[in-house]
């Protein structure tokens, strides 16, 4: 099956975040479980789309539910005339090769102090690095994400490539979830 056939449309209601942090001017919509079935891990992943004709790559997270959810920032919210509670239209589709992460940079510094860790590193696949990335991110207090990346890099050097034990979609552990809405 190509890419192209891979495509999935639906129009869904653009909402605001509970808690939207630094940056306020955000939205964000829950993809029906048949958009997310098109896709094709339910942990983080890549899609090529358009909201109202304009077009993006975003990645997707996972909402614990066998779903995902779509981040707007307001750039994209202003290019595609959209806003909250507005009805948009969506098209997604897979991307054909997930784009290489950004690491954060105390998991990049941690990563160079070890050139094991480095090298089983840059021998991963990009999925198994998001894995790793999402890992150490998800870490709800700075003490955990530290161990996290401690634990990460000694797992690295021992020749280790993917975590272990992690449900990246959240539906196991309800790690992961869409954000709340604004009432």
Request: with cysteine; net charge neutral; glycine share 4%.
């Amino acid at each position: 099956m190509t890419q192209e056939s891979k495509k999935y449309q639906f129009k869904d209601k653009l909402l605001r975040p509970q808690k939207s942090g630094d940056d306020n001017n955000w939205a964000f919509v829950v993809l029906p479980k048949e958009a997310s079935a098109i896709l094709p891990r339910r942990g983080r992943t890549s899609i090529n789309g358009s909201i109202n004709g304009e077009h993006f790559q975003a990645l997707l997270e996972p909402d614990g539910q066998k779903s995902h959810w779509l981040k707007i920032d307001k750039t994209l919210l202003d290019a595609s005339g959209a806003t909250y509670g507005d009805i948009a239209q969506f098209e997604i589709q897979p991307v054909e090769q997930e784009p290489e992460p950004e690491v954060p940079a105390d998991l990049k510094k941690a990563l160079a102090a070890s050139p094991d860790s480095q090298a089983n590193w840059e021998a991963t696949t990009t999925i198994a690095r998001i894995d790793w990335i999402h890992w150490v991110t998800s870490a709800k207090q700075a003490k955990t994400r530290d161990k996290r990346i401690l634990d990460a890099c000694n797992m690295l050097a021992e020749g280790k490539k993917r975590v272990c034990c992690f449900d990246t979609s959240g539906f196991y552990s309800k790690a992961f979830s869409a954000p709340k809405i604004e009432e």
